[in-house]
């Protein structure tokens, strides 16, 4: 069965510090892996996904195979990343999107 | 750019009174979902319709119906509503035809059964 686990319900960081939502997901497939965010008063939105090895508002994702995680990173935190953040797997051939519980991330100034 | 349209808002409900939820999208999407987004448990599917004319059971499908109107359409029902179904409800759509593929929601539907 797909899982995806974040075991950070809250994670507070100052401005400029490095920031690391951790995600792990349990899938005996190839996976697709993804994080969305929703901002205080916004819409739940894609951040980014494994298969584009992007950086997106300074966040990087890589996904670790033998550990099977997927955690999200960014060097230098900014009070507008405040946001929850969910990792979300979906397993090839599949529609269904499968999402963690979230992470609340709150930076302080 | 609409989106995803849901109604209504915000919704209270004495247990055991029925409800619809409605969402659509003009997106021209193949594929529908319904989410509830409960504090420490996450975003949970309740069903999907991965294309008109389909759908399917998600994670807790108990106590709700779908019906995948038209394209555009994919409503959310409550027979008898109970407490255990406050929440917070999204709907979503994406094209449905790649696994890597990004889900839009709706701005939510927030449900207290009293």
């Known amino acids: 069965a797909q899982r995806v686990t974040q075991p950070e319900k809250l994670l507070s960081v100052f401005k400029g510090a490095p920031v690391e939502l951790k995600c792990n997901y349990s899938?005996?497939?190839?996976?697709?892996l993804f994080w969305y965010v929703q901002y205080s008063r916004q819409r739940l939105q894609l951040l980014l996904r494994h298969i584009s090895r992007e950086s997106i508002k300074g966040f990087t994702a890589d996904l670790n195979k033998g550990e099977t995680s997927f955690h999200l990173k960014k060097p230098f935190a900014q009070e507008e990343d405040s946001a929850m953040y969910y990792c979300?797997?979906?397993?090839?051939?599949?529609?269904?999107?499968?999402f963690g519980t979230g992470t609340r991330l709150l930076v302080s100034p | 750019n609409a989106g995803v349209t849901q109604t209504p808002k915000f919704q209270v409900l004495k247990t055991g009174q029925s409800m619809t939820l409605q969402c659509a999208q003009d997106?021209?999407?193949?594929?529908m979902y319904w989410y509830r987004q409960d504090p420490g448990m996450g975003l949970r599917l309740i069903y999907y319709?991965?294309?008109?004319?389909?759908?399917d059971k998600g994670e807790v499908p108990n106590g709700y119906n779908v019906s995948r109107l038209n394209k555009r359409e994919f409503s959310l029902r409550l027979e008898s509503a109970a407490p255990s179904q406050t929440s917070v409800y999204f709907c979503?759509?994406?094209?449905?035809?790649?696994?890597?593929?990004?889900?839009?929601f709706g701005s939510g539907t927030q449900l207290s059964v009293l």
């Open positions: 899938y005996s497939g190839s996976p697709e």
């Open positions: 979300a797997l979906r397993s090839t051939g599949f529609q269904k999107l499968v």
């Open positions: 997106m021209n999407h193949n594929s």
């Open positions: 979503a759509s994406s094209e449905g035809q790649e696994p890597n593929e990004k889900l839009f």
């Open positions: 319709s991965a294309s008109e004319g389909t759908t």
